[in-house]
């Protein structure tokens, strides 16, 4: 029964990205910050399509340190989950995450439409500097920036190095980090088509300052606070 309830949803994916082009016309008629909540709300419906179909619920801690102004939120990277998901719980945004997810049909000209921060991680100085840049005016047009500091999906039960670039858009503007943890991963896994049912725990950590730290400073301290409560919410 799991593994059609999984083929619903992704079929429900699929079929829903179909719309995209829709809320893509839509959006380049608006404001920025309206048409991120629009495409936010796309989001939310696919969130709202797992608990239906695959039984996959959320509950989050921390709610009260949710921001009412632009940050840079540092997650747990371990599925397909949060990419939906911190649309859903944070206010608009837009994300730093490597360019050739552009190429992608229809969901890559969503996140162009999104003004994702696209990045080349084959040249390093080059996608700081863009970090950096293209940090600077989302967070000064009023969406926050989410980034994953492991780079990649990381399994459940294992962390990765976290990287600096986050931490170094923050040391150089400013602006606090809100860290985020979550076991997602042991439920919508990568590399499995099967969706396994059950609640994800996400962590909504207090804002860690930035201002007149250094990037080695703020990323400690970003890792420390996610990995302890990792352990908390991983069996």
């Avoid at 503007?173 to 396994?196: D, E, K, S």
């Avoid at 970003?222 to 991983?234: A, K, L, N, S, Y």
Wanted: proline share 7%; glycine share 8%.
């Amino acid at each position: 029964m799991q593994f059609l309830a999984s083929l619903f949803f992704y079929i429900g994916i699929g079929l829903s990205t179909l719309f995209l082009p829709v809320i893509m016309v839509i959006g380049l008629l608006m404001p920025h910050l309206p048409r991120q909540r629009m495409l936010a709300r796309w989001s939310a419906s696919i969130i709202t399509m797992l608990r239906v179909l695959c039984r996959v619920d959320y509950q989050v801690k921390g709610e009260e340190h949710l921001p009412t102004e632009p940050v840079i939120i540092m997650s747990k990277h371990q599925s397909t989950w949060e990419t939906f998901a911190l649309q859903a719980i944070f206010p608009a945004q837009t994300w730093v995450l490597k360019r050739e997810l552009l190429l992608i049909p229809i969901f890559g000209w969503a996140l162009a439409l999104a003004q994702a921060i696209a990045i080349d991680r084959g040249s390093p100085k080059q996608a700081l500097s863009q970090v950096i840049s293209k940090g600077r005016d989302r967070l000064e047009r009023g969406l926050c920036v989410v980034v994953f500091p492991e780079g990649t999906r990381i399994p459940s039960g294992q962390a990765g190095k976290y990287n600096a670039g986050g931490a170094m858009l923050a040391a150089r503007t400013g602006y606090p980090i809100v860290p985020v943890a979550h076991n997602a991963g042991l439920f919508w896994t990568p590399g499995r088509f099967v969706i396994q049912p059950g609640t994800v725990q996400a962590v909504i950590g207090p804002e860690i300052e930035s201002k007149d730290r250094k990037a080695s400073e703020i990323i400690g301290e970003v890792e420390q606070w996610i990995e302890g409560e990792m352990r908390e919410i991983t069996p």
